[in-house]
């Protein structure tokens, strides 16, 4: 098999990052790289779904590592996983005995580790340039499940997601759950929510958003659903609304700049300061533009915003506002007028001032909820899937089947042209097509 067969392949099974961005596989695996590098830090509070797969299901992992190794050309596969999971670590050293080229690198219990930039510095020493991606610096960085669901891509499409349910639920776990399944089925699954009045955010505590309608379905990219009490901080703070939170920043920011020094981008040497994107809401000149700019950098871990500053302000939606003028004026990284062209240089005290996980679970006011998620057999089956054409990056596929056809889980039921950057959709039950518009496709069980 070549890189071109196994892109090809990746792009019909409709394999896509599923740590969360959605980019598609095959782009990926159609690059040149020199080390391939599994994304298994999971540093988001109260998800297991990497850990789980690594335990249950690592030959399969393996195998996808050393295809994309084989498609990218690289010469070195590395698994980041973090060092408290010891257990994991010794089965998987085990394993990288009979593989080639591919080697463990323990990493430490700190939030963002699995930020991409982060990952890579931590496991290879490389620093990837400011306003880069990876392949700059010559690496392909994969999700856990990704690499599963590479491996696989041979036998079966992907129709099922992995996930881990947690917060204020009865039986926290983790398990593969078809796509397009609703939030609230997924709630039940997991014992039903252990508080009245809840909300839940759709992925991990620190980057996932708030979701209040249930009905909503699981697609490709959901990590996690932690269902918490609607007056729980976090929900409260996720969910102020763009006024309040310029408001409340305009007012409140005293420049002490904490958001940045925390900032792990910024600890990496790139030039970003949300303390000055903060000080942007006090212009309404060409100087915002300027202050704004800094946010170009921002990989939106919510650090500033849940961890860092001591007024309760949101650098990180406002990093979001900033971004989303600058789109507005069409000022991206190749023209602003801050220099993103310097090499960046690590900060001298990167090591002391990471963000410990177990400290990040009690500010997040989460230590209740920070239990054992198991992993289960998924055996329910839905009345009906929603299936998502468009939540992934690139563009929306189109529907190939009608209302009323008859279809079995694994068929495409959507795909899109070679032409385009995007991923082909696969029905996720045997059923009936019982609705198609643009957003999504939706099957009734036999
Ligand atoms: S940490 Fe908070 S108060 Fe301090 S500069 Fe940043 S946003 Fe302002
Ligand atoms: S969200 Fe905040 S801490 Fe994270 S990269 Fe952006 S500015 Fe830095």
Redesign the pocket.
């Known amino acids: 098999m070549n890189q071109n067969d196994f892109a090809k392949i990746l792009k019909k099974a409709g394999v896509v990052g599923a740590g969360g961005a959605g980019f598609p596989a095959y782009v990926k695996a159609s690059s040149k790289a020199e080390f391939v590098i599994v994304n298994a830090a999971e540093c988001e509070p109260l998800l297991r779904k990497d850990q789980k797969i690594l335990e249950h299901y690592p030959e399969v992992v393996f195998d996808g590592l050393e295809m994309m190794m084989m498609s990218t050309s690289a010469k070195r596969g590395i698994i980041g996983i973090k060092k408290k999971h010891a257990k994991i670590i010794e089965h998987l050293k085990k394993i990288a005995k009979s593989r080639k080229n591919i080697e463990i690198k323990p990493l430490g219990d700190c939030y ?1 580790a699995g930020d991409e930039f982060c990952l890579v510095y931590d496991t290879i020493g490389k620093l990837v340039p400011m306003g880069g991606l990876p392949i700059n610096v010559g690496v392909v960085v994969s999700n856990v499940e990704t690499l599963y669901n590479a491996a696989k891509a041979y036998e079966f499409p992907v129709t099922e997601k992995f996930l881990t349910v947690a917060g204020s639920v009865k039986k926290p776990c983790t398990f593969k759950a078809p796509i397009g399944i609703s939030y609230g089925e997924l709630i039940e699954f997991a014992g039903g929510a252990a508080c009245n009045d809840y909300a839940a955010i759709d992925g991990g505590p620190m980057m996932g958003k708030v979701i209040a309608d249930f009905s909503l379905p699981l697609t490709k990219v959901s990590g996690g659903l932690i269902v918490l009490p609607k007056n729980h901080s976090l929900i409260l703070k996720k969910s102020r609304s763009v006024n309040s939170v310029s408001r409340m920043g305009k007012s409140a920011c005293d420049q002490c700049s904490f ?1 940045t020094e ?5 600890l990496l040497g790139h030039i ?1 300061n ?1 303390h000055r ?1 903060m000080r942007s809401l006090l212009f309404s000149g060409s100087g915002k533009d300027i202050h704004n700019e800094f ?1 170009l ?9 849940l961890y ?1 500053c001591p007024e309760n302000l949101d ?2 939606s406002v ?1 979001d506002m900033a971004k989303q003028s600058l789109i507005e004026k069409k000022i991206n990284l190749e023209n602003a007028s801050l220099n993103f062209e310097n090499q960046p240089k690590i900060h001298p005290l990167r090591d002391y001032r990471k963000t410990p996980v177990s400290k990040l679970i009690s500010r997040l006011n989460l230590l209740d909820f920070n239990k054992e998620a198991p992993f289960i057999e998924f055996n329910y089956i839905p009345k009906k899937v929603k299936i998502m054409l468009n939540r992934y990056m690139g563009a929306s596929a189109d529907a190939i089947v009608n209302i009323g056809q008859a279809v079995k889980k694994g068929d495409i039921i959507a795909s899109i042209s070679d032409d385009k950057l995007g991923a082909y959709v696969h029905a996720s039950i045997d059923g009936k097509v019982s609705k198609i518009n643009q957003k999504y496709i939706e099957i009734e069980a036999k």
Not at 262 to 266: A, E, T, V
Not at 297 to 305: A, D, G, H, V
């Open positions: 963002p958001c925390l900032c792990p981008r910024y970003l949300p994107v946010a950098l921002c990989s939106e871990c919510s650090l500033c915003s860092s650098p990180k990093c």
